[in-house]
């Protein structure tokens, strides 16, 4: 009985712990920032993924005090730590999550180019 309920439960665990994805060592990382109803996002320049942003750091009152309109897409450069893939965000929809510790540039962008 012990085997059959460790067989069943390590898969499980271990699906668990990699939906929530390791964060590592802090990058500098630019792309654009979307904030809104059920939306934190962050994509890199040159890619399509969008990340979930778990923290946010003070991103928006950063953009607000650059009197930029924190609503609207931002052109970010951040210091951030970046999960494994996983499902993060509003109903799993992102495969990474980035913690911000530290926001180094804040712009308003023009639409989602970088």
Known sequence: MRILTATILIPILAACASARG?????????????????????????????????????LRPRAERAGV?????????????????????HMGAYSRQIGVQEVVR????SGDRC
């Open 22 to 58: 390791a964060m590592y060592e802090p990058r500098t990382l630019t792309g654009i920032y979307r904030h809104g109803w059920e939306v934190q996002s962050f994509r890199p320049c040159g890619s399509l993924e969008k990340w979930w942003v778990g923290d946010a750091a003070d």
């Open 69 to 89: 309109e924190p609503d609207g897409p931002l052109l970010v450069e951040v210091r951030a730590s970046l999960s494994d893939r996983g499902r993060f965000g």
């Open 106 to 109: 804040v712009e308003q962008a």
